[in-house]
């Protein structure tokens, strides 16, 4: 690097290096921002997908089991439920001393929009331990996940 001097002998040339003290300082704290909001970047939903070793699942007395079908149709513990009635069941559910988990059943045809519309009474009336029970003799599914709904 070129650099001025304070002698008397100076020739009035032009310097031909370049500078790159002030561009290693940008590149540095570049870095140190990426560093910093990458972490931010990253979704913070953090979900315990299922394991393709099935443990069996042990159904607790503290819970509600509720099997979706592949035509839509809702079952309340082996009981066929309305909508309307499966709405009141999760409030009368949710106003209990102790809160149960509750198992959902979904046939793999059923709609999204059915299990969604599920989720949300569920957690509307106070519901927040969702399982979801899978076969455990398919090796592409996995363990019953928790799904803690804030």
Do not use: C
């Not at 979704?43 to 997908?49: E, G, R, S």
């Not at 079908?69 to 999760?90: K, P, T, Y």
């Amino acid at each position: 690097m070129a650099f001025g001097s304070f002698s008397s002998n100076r020739t009035s040339a032009p310097m031909a290096d370049i500078n790159v003290i002030p561009l290693v300082d940008i590149m540095l704290v570049l870095l140190v921002i990426f560093i910093i909001t990458a972490p931010l970047l990253t979704p913070a939903i953090k979900i315990d997908l299922p394991r393709t070793d099935n443990a069996p699942n042990i159904a607790q007395e503290n819970s509600v089991q509720l099997a979706i079908d592949g035509a839509g149709h809702m079952f309340w513990n082996g009981e066929s439920v309305s909508r309307q009635q499966l709405i009141e069941r999760l409030a009368a559910t949710g106003q209990l001393a102790s809160v149960p988990e509750l198992h959902l059943r979904v046939d793999r045809g059923a709609r999204y929009e059915t299990i969604a519309d599920v989720m949300s009474e569920a957690a509307r009336a106070g519901l927040t331990r969702i399982g979801f029970v899978t076969d455990p003799g398919r090796p592409t599914e996995g363990a019953t996940p928790v799904i803690t709904v804030p």
